[in-house]
């Protein structure tokens, strides 16, 4: 079974792989001798000028595996030596351009940068292009194309851009941490801080209750992730890394559906506050709405909150599809919470580090949350979990929703709303396109991962949100 969507995720798979191994053998301080030599490609294989410009580049992947950059608070970050096969990004004039007489485009361009060569053939200057495209639309020929860089078209709120060297570069007051440039690079030249570390500092010191205890905090869309193994056996392996406790943060779902349907009913309109690179994108892109947001913490903080007011040793770790989570374990309203985020590509490699099988370990359980709390993970899951709370507290409110797919999706239903042309009075914004599911840290992506989340859904079908949040003893305060 392929479990990489791409050779690239293989190789980041690598890299965390060799550094967890060295943390646990107390071998950190050669990390950035052994990984690059063991990982490096022969000379016969390699793709750059020579052997050592791979070792290099390995050395820098290591270095993100191990925190990156602290002085950075970006969790993204551009491996400037691996940055350079991709081609100059811009408008260019292709082999279809005929010469024709009419010359739309020179006519068309406004800066001029349109030169014709002996032939009467198309040329552009990249100095002048401002990058407006004018040009393309009035070609009859389509001759003219916008050849931008995979981390370019990625990113849609147009935060890359190719600086010196024509090397990314990523605007930090645009980023929302998506990691949609992570996933799409082809070369790995971009990639999002590691905690890794830090996750197993915390499991170790927490492995017999010697400081305090460690729960983990699984999204659910690791139901569409393991596929060599069961999920009960994911389980099992993280209490083997050390963790006390494996906890739903569907059940943190619930509890958000819960407050979030009372405050839009209190309200009469509101965002979701669920997705911290939609949340990014509202503080950047649209300042205006942000009284708009939900202030319900998100399903990871609203949890973590939880946990720590039950049991005051409690160490929360959240592990999940998405690179956004480290951005907003950073804000001060999640911080004293959530102390550490992983991703699924982390906890892979945690765990084969560890060298056992997950497919051959005991099935434990997983029993925390509803239905609803568990399909938050996909799109429209959130809107149905809102409107399941609204009718269980008879809040009397009907929600009439915009269920953003994806932040194009989410920049419109937010333009509409900023120029008062919202019909609607619930945005459900999810940055990646499938929802959670479409994480950048999530192993593999697809609609397979979609009926995955539903089937393990339905497994707590006959569990309302109220019945979870009674289970688990949801304190009223909170509520």
Known sequence: ????????????????????????????????????????????????????????????????????????????????????????????????????????????????????????????????????????????????????????????????????????????????????????????????????????????ESEGGRRYKAYA?????ISSQFGYAKLGQVVTALKRLGFYSVVEAALGADMVAWREARELAQKGFLTSSCCPAFVRYVDTAFPGLKPHVSHTLSPMAELARYLKKTDPTARAVFIGPCTAKKLERQQPEVAPYVDCVLTFEELHAWIDSRDFDVATQPEDVLDNASFFGRVFARSGGLTDAVREALSEQGCGFSVSPAVCDGIEQCRVALLKKSKGMLKDNFIEGMACVGGCIGGAGCLTHGEKNRSDVDAYG?????????????QCGYPEEFA
Do not use: W
């Open 1 to 204: 079974m392929r479990l990489f969507d791409t050779d690239v995720q293989k190789l980041k798979y690598g890299v965390l792989r060799e550094v967890a191994r060295h943390a646990q053998e107390d071998r950190l301080a050669d990390c950035y001798i052994d990984i690059p030599k063991q990982l490096a490609p022969g000379p016969q294989a390699t793709m750059r000028c020579c052997v050592y410009k791979e070792r290099a580049i390995l050395a820098e992947r290591v270095k993100l595996a191990m925190g990156g950059d602290s002085q950075n608070p970006n969790i993204v970050e551009v491996i400037g030596i691996a940055c350079d096969e991709c081609p100059v990004s811009g408008y260019q004039v292709g082999q279809d351009c005929r010469g024709c007489i009419a010359h739309r485009c020179m006519a068309a361009c406004p800066k001029a940068a349109i030169t014709l060569d002996g032939n009467r053939r198309a040329h552009i200057d990249p100095q002048k292009c401002v990058g407006c495209g004018k040009c393309a639309a009035a070609c009859p020929y389509s001759a003219i194309a916008n050849h931008r860089r995979p981390c370019e078209n990625a990113c849609k709120v147009k935060a890359i851009r190719m600086g010196e060297a024509h090397c990314a570069t990523i605007d930090e007051d645009k980023c929302i941490g998506c990691g949609a440039c992570v996933y799409q690079c082809p070369f790995g030249a971009i990639q999002d801080k590691s905690f890794l570390l830090d996750a197993i500092r915390i499991a170790r």
């Open 217 to 221: 905090i699984v999204a659910p869309s």
């Open 458 to 470: 339905k497994l707590a079908y006959e569990k309302s949100i109220g019945d979870a949040l009674a």
